[in-house]
């Protein structure tokens, strides 16, 4: 099984709305990821969680809070986000150590922010 | 932090063609990953091919195969007998072998397949 998925795949809410967007992978991973990616542009690193505990955090807003309760899950929790963060949000994941080396990438959840 | 870059932000080919994607990148690395993937319109990112930096051997799968030029940090993709299907964003991308776990991308390359 070599499937990442994530829920929901739209999303629309309000500047005053809290909501979370899912990401599950089954492959042993102990790499995961978000993204943000915007029309024709390179997904941008959000956070990395390796061994469930954050690694990278690209500076993100506050406004954006990831969980990784377990080595199979990760959460991404949106509160009071603006209009300019809609997007497509992407998550992935791999190996956090050794073969194979590559990334693994959900479908991804389109957020519209209103 | 790596650098990627995909300096042809737009690509075409007539089907059946063979197109050539360019992707050179920065490091002081010896050890590295390099990897294309492929996002069609509204469709999930896949990986098409990867390439191990201690490996000489240039990857190759079905019709997609790589020219990886390690003194150059050149990394390209050719596509053969191109299909409508190839129609997507390429994006070349990156990882280190020692901090492991972040992969940096280029700007990609959108190709469109000529019917």
């Known amino acids: 099984d070599t499937e990442v998925t994530q829920t929901p795949k739209h999303l629309v809410m309000g500047m005053t709305n809290k909501k979370s967007l899912k990401c599950e992978q089954h492959m042993g991973h102990r790499a995961m990821y978000w993204y943000k990616q915007k029309a024709k542009k390179p997904p941008e690193l959000m956070f990395v969680y390796s061994y469930e505990k954050l690694s990278i955090n690209e500076s993100v807003p506050s406004r954006f809070s990831p969980e990784c309760p377990n080595s199979s899950l990760l959460n991404l929790h949106l509160h009071a986000l603006q209009p300019e963060d809609s997007a497509l949000y992407l998550c992935?994941?791999?190996?956090?150590?050794?073969?194979?080396?590559?990334?693994?990438f959900g479908p991804g959840t389109r957020l519209t922010v209103t | 932090a790596q650098t990627v870059t995909q300096s042809q932000p737009e690509m075409s080919v007539q089907e059946a063609e063979t197109v050539t994607l360019s992707c050179t990148y920065d490091t002081s690395e010896s050890d590295y990953y390099l990897f294309w993937y492929k996002q069609p319109p509204s469709r999930q990112m896949i990986l098409v091919i990867r390439?191990?930096?201690?490996?000489?051997q240039n990857a190759t799968e079905n019709r997609f195969s790589v020219n990886f030029q390690k003194a150059a940090k050149s990394f390209s993709l050719k596509i053969s007998d191109s299909q409508l299907g190839d129609a997507a964003m390429y994006f070349c991308a990156y990882r280190s072998s020692d901090t492991g776990n972040q992969f940096y991308f280029g700007t990609g390359t959108s190709l469109t397949v000529i019917p």
């Open positions: 390439q191990e930096a201690y490996k000489q």
């Open positions: 992935a994941s791999s190996q956090a150590a050794g073969a194979p080396y590559e990334q693994y």
